[in-house]
């Protein structure tokens, strides 16, 4: 298995890696786009600003690179939204690879009998309407660890749904391209699964 992890100046790389070779996975952590393309599989993690990500990933080509990939990818927090078309967090045009809009949490939206929330949304939270084969022998309800202040929109690309103030995209997938909100190498066994599920699709 040749499993690339972008490496660009938003990566959450380190516990990514860490969760994969506890499944007994090597993966290599690279910006060289040859790398990149000739991997079996690439995760596109991601913490922090998305328009210094993309402009980060414009300077570098790598924008061009990720929607050309033909492999399964998989985007990571940030890396899920940066695979949106636009993000409001600094009103970023992004990869477009899912026809989705990222927008910020606002607890005005939250039903008036509804406690109060905090933002950003931080913790362990259920996902349901489980779906694709990433979820496979993923329970219904299964409790994964977000951290974010931003969400993407439901769709028909979503393949699992959290409630945070309104229901939004958990995880979405099309085609060769997969993304999920919630760290996958944070959110203990059911992460790993996930993460497992990702490196067995063909």
Known sequence: MNLAIIKYNAG??????????????????TDNHKEIAAADKVIFPGVGHASSAMEYLHKTGLDELIVSLQQPVLGICLGLQLLCNFSEEGNTKCLGIFDV?????????????????KIPHMGWNNIYNLSSSLMQG???????????????????????????????????????????????EKSAATGEKILSNFINII
């Open 138 to 184: 993923i329970k219904e309800n299964s409790f994964m660890y977000f951290v974010h202040s931003y969400y993407a929109q439901l769709s028909p690309q979503t393949i699992a749904t959290t409630d945070y103030i309104i229901p939004f995209s958990a995880a979405i997938h099309k085609d060769n391209f997969y993304g999920v909100q919630f760290h996958t």
């Open 101 to 117: 809009e990222v927008k910020k949490f606002d607890e005005s939206l939250r039903d008036k009998n509804a406690v109060p929330v």
């Open 12 to 29: 959450n790389v380190q516990s990514v890696l860490y969760a994969l070779q506890r499944l007994g996975v090597n993966a290599k952590v």
